[in-house]
């Protein structure tokens, strides 16, 4: 326990049945699109049966399939995602396909615990030699979770097992002990794992491990360097050339920034919160703080993606957000809900949630095609047609337009992606004994055990299209608790009326509290004006100078070449321009759209050539109509640019 | 020739004095300061006895400097640069110098005439191996452009025999011949040699050779698949991936757009031109109109920098010109030079000589520092604090600036640019029997020599800080030819007086003629108003959207920090704004600026956090003034930002 009454305690995702609205159409997506693409793709590329692949990376069913080291975490996601899902949705045809899955890993396992394909097919020499950057660990703390997962969702503890015995092993390797090695992973993800599997299980072990990981990371003398060295490479010599890209160049509690490789920053410190959660280590959610602080502060895009560099796939400094070159990897904002969502349950503040439904809406739900079958790894918030200098095999000159696609060499944000969606619920709140936190706002029906007996809290509304939520208590009898509700960021006031009547709200670190007994049938309903706001960017940021964002309600919009043609560069937004936030029922589904009028600043005429005097222009100034659509729906028409940040004047 | 009167004369750089102004202040410090700084280099990294180097790369006097496979050529272009100013400048210490370099290398020739230290010393046995990638027939060029400009210099033929030496062997190696290799060289160069080789020797095999090189490079089957192939290599394994890269994918004359690494482009056009200019083939200057025209008016930065990406050292696609991210190596910009100079021989028009300007004053001059030694390999037009994601030694998210440095590993550019200067008098004219073009401007004193006598052309001139150019004839006796002067693009208009009276001028595509009979002392003064220009970007360029760049006369101006303070993407020039066009007589020895008034973006009071809603924010638009440098001095002073490209309104 981290305080009195902390952490809050979760709730499960089937607790929450998400029957409509926004998220109960995307989480039906993944469900009946996402997750059986996924299948389909590890399975053409041997993912779901590497373990009998026994002529290793020879065996002619790889027929040319590129293998990656870390090729378990892809599957152990994909399963994480079905236990999510099977929780709410029993599916027998989707259960027995991961049965057959999780039989053969089982089967897979050595002797002695070990439980990794690729390390057991194709390069059994190399178990364990390089922490750094093979991903070992990595594998295992997806697989943990994936087993706790499937057992939440079905139950089952085949999965469970296998993963406790190699837990078990790592266990009895990696420790202070003078027999163990004193080392961790070059990408965190384990210590999260860990911390499920304990959850799970009940085995403490687990979370003595993970917290062991964590303080362990970036001690001298470096585990890394050491590691190195001992299979006769120069440490000097690391690909990446300093271990900030994996956040060891020192112990996490001295850290103060974000660094490095994004996902791995946000696994890190995702897994560092959890620890703190469940020993009440007050000196990592200190460290967590800090860095949280900077984060948002200087290093996020306003869609909540992390990490502008291609380069590192990850940090570089404060206020550099560049936004056609930014990568934004899908796999770092889910990092960021996870992490978002254990601060506010160790330090309840909707500075957490706040960020957690940024990222959900817009940096996460811009990584899956709207048919929920294709993927963006990188979240740019500009795209023009480019070319890869490298690659002009077709016709030289010939710019195309980035897309999703249907699976990547390093196939980490599909499965990822499908993981979080399939478990939403599990973000729509949080509760003490005697407090229930909402968090999230869309059509829902969500049920909760207090002490003083079983709430139940049933939404209605259009969020995030429309700020107006209706929910309506279900108890059994009178029953006292304090009903937290998320008053947003974005939204500049509200109005709060329990039963029809007016309440002014106690709002405590961004929610609203009412505190009373609750009868059944009592209603609230949560007023969140939804008007369009322009957004500016920190003065520091150069990239959007100039420009601002349009953001109505959670959702970040952005124009494209579909609605607005070509050259969005010359598309202005007057500051005196009205901007109208609605519905419009004939794109997908129905979505928000922001329309209103915009001036092109090219000259009337262009007379050649690449560079005018501007004496010698004349500029016409026209006002014409534009269109702005959620930015995680862009691509999804006709390939074309695509712009968050707009000019304005 | 190509037509009646074609290819026009050049001119020696001697014969034209560069005692004063811009260029006479840059030449003195190409002499005094570039050229010894680079011998220096040259000598810490052995390249000046490379041939001595019996021990290979295990020679301890490496002593841990890296080498590269094309060294040859740097020294090749220093000694071209010492042969040009020699030929201006005698200087018997810089002689002796280069005359112990040359004799180093006549002494490494090998028996057969091979001559290359790299391929001789390091790796005797890759000899020819592939001419795809390692430069052997590019060093090639480079020595006998430097032989050529030490014979101009010295008329010393110790290097001028070598290379013809050497000339004689790869032309019995290449060729058309059924025993001789069908290649040419991965990065062009060896065809400006030969021609200049040519030129000074008068044996046309090199000028033959010169046009089998451009006439069988990428003809089917493509010669370095071919080659790959016969060292064992897989030809689709090729690093670059397409023979774009080297310009390689199909033949020149079949070529209508600038491609790939912009060096080799700009060297094989080069080349072409010159190859055309001597044998009077159409279709190669036909050729290379059609690329020009791509290259100019869709792929050329305002500075005259070529090669947007990194990646390919090179181009992309027409109207993708990103500014921070601009490779533009110094390189690109001075073989532009040379083509377009080539160009406007055996075609003349201003459109050559404008971009020869353009190049010259700004994306040349930028690669040098004021004091002359140190060097820009890439010429950004913007410059921002910056962090190599992968260089987090010296403390995280402290990102620097960029700034010019003393020397690189492929150190092409700083003996590049020290040739071009030191051979700047060639770029001033150009002439036929009865025409004399001037092409540059400044205090100069030029000697040519036409069939009716010699004529001597004295120019008093501040430019380019100011555009009255006052010009005196000298001759023996009275002399008729036609003076061709140039007005340059940027001139929205000019007045011309010839001994005092103003003559309407017969301007012929971009030159004034004047046709008269010329007397001794006849003056000539040429008035380019030079006003304050806001330049704009054509439409398609979106980097340049909503902003302007300040030209006057041929230089591009830039905002530094140091001038201006940060965060110059805040600053905006009203389009209102008095824009004053001066000599700043404090700024390095006086070099004009632009001085007005802008108005910062930033908000008043900036609540915190990175983005927030603008209808929070206030805003006063306070005027503050701004001055704007030279662009190709950016960098001379304090680290801070810098923009080409200013934001306007």
């Given at each position: 326990m981290v305080n009195n009454g902390l952490p809050l305690s979760s709730i499960r995702s089937n607790q929450v049945k998400i029957d409509g609205g926004y998220w109960g159409e995307r989480q039906a997506t993944v469900r009946t699109s996402t997750i059986p693409a996924i299948h389909h793709q590890l399975e053409i590329t041997h993912r779901t049966d590497a373990w009998h692949l026994h002529g290793g990376e020879n065996d002619p069913r790889f027929d040319g399939h590129i293998v990656h080291k870390f090729w378990d975490s892809d599957l152990a996601k994909w399963i994480e995602a079905v236990g999510y899902s099977l929780d709410s949705y029993p599916d027998p045809d989707l259960e027995q396909l991961a049965d057959k899955v999780i039989q053969a890993i089982k089967e897979g396992q050595l002797e002695d615990g070990y439980l990794n394909s690729f390390f057991t097919v194709i390069e059994p020499q190399n178990k364990w030699r390089n922490l750094r950057d093979w991903h070992e660990l990595y594998d295992a703390g997806h697989l943990m979770e994936g087993a706790a997962a499937y057992y939440q969702g079905t139950g089952k503890r085949v999965l469970l097992d296998t993963l406790a015995r190699y837990a078990d092993h790592i266990d009895a390797r990696f420790g202070p002990g003078e027999q163990q090695v004193h080392g961790y992973c070059g990408h965190p993800e384990v210590e999260l794992g860990l911390v499920k599997l304990y959850r799970a299980t009940g085995e403490k072990r687990y979370l003595n491990l993970a917290k062991y990981f964590v303080d362990e990371r970036g001690q001298e003398p470096n585990f890394f360097d050491i590691e190195a060295a001992a299979r006769g490479d120069d440490p000097t010599k690391f690909w990446a050339k300093t271990y900030h890209y994996c956040q060891a160049h020192k112990p996490l509690r001295e850290q103060n920034v974000a660094t490095g490789h994004s996902v791995r920053a946000a696994y890190l410190y995702a897994g560092a919160a959890d620890i703190s959660a469940e020993t009440g280590d007050s000196t990592l959610l200190d460290a967590c703080r800090v860095i949280w602080e900077d984060l948002t502060s200087k290093q996020m895009y306003i869609t909540g993606g992390l990490g502008p560099a291609h380069a590192n796939e990850g940090f570089t400094f404060g206020y550099d957000l560049p936004n056609e070159?930014?990568?934004?990897?899908t796999c770092a904002s889910i990092a960021l809900v996870f992490w978002a969502k254990s601060m506010f349950d160790i330090d309840p503040d909707s500075r957490y949630t706040d960020v957690m439904e940024r990222a959900l809406y817009n940096g996460i739900m811009s990584g899956v095609s709207w048919e929920g079958n294709q993927f963006f790894y990188a979240n740019p918030l500009a795209s023009y047609p480019y070319v890869n200098p490298h690659e002009h095999f077709s016709g030289i000159n010939t710019p195309k337009h980035y897309r999703r696609q249907d699976w990547f060499v390093c196939p980490c944000c599909p499965p990822n992606l499908a993981r979080v969606v399939a478990n939403l619920g599990h973000y729509f709140s949080s509760h003490s004994a005697d407090t229930i936190y909402l968090h999230l706002y869309n059509h829902s029906h969500m049920r909760v055990s207090l002490p003083a007996g079983s709430v139940q809290i049933d939404q209605e509304t259009n969020y995030p299209w429309n700020g107006d939520v209706s929910l309506t208590i279900g108890v059994a009898q009178a029953t006292p608790f304090k009903l937290a509700l998320r008053i947003p960021n974005w939204a500049s006031n509200f109005t709060l009326r329990v039963n029809g009547v007016t309440v002014s709200a106690n709002v405590q670190r961004g929610y609203a509290f009412i505190d009373r007994t609750w009868n059944n049938g009592d209603t609230i309903e949560l007023a969140l004006p939804m008007s369009v706001e322009r957004i500016v960017s920190h003065p520091n940021v150069r990239h959007n100078a100039g420009t601002v964002a349009l953001q109505r309600g959670p959702v970040v919009y952005c124009l494209e070449e579909a609605d607005n043609g070509p050259n969005l560069a010359n598309l202005v937004i007057p500051r005196t321009a009205k901007l109208v936030g609605n519905v419009d029922s004939s794109l997908f589904s129905g979505v928000g759209v922001i329309t209103g009028e915009a001036v092109r600043t090219e000259p009337a005429v262009w007379a050649g050539g690449l560079y005018q005097p501007q004496s010698a222009l004349q500029y016409s100034y026209d006002a014409v109509p534009f269109k702005a659509i959620p930015y995680s729906l862009w691509a999804n028409r006709e390939p074309g640019e695509m712009r968050v940040w707009v000019r304005e004047q």
């Open positions: 070159s930014a990568y934004a990897e």
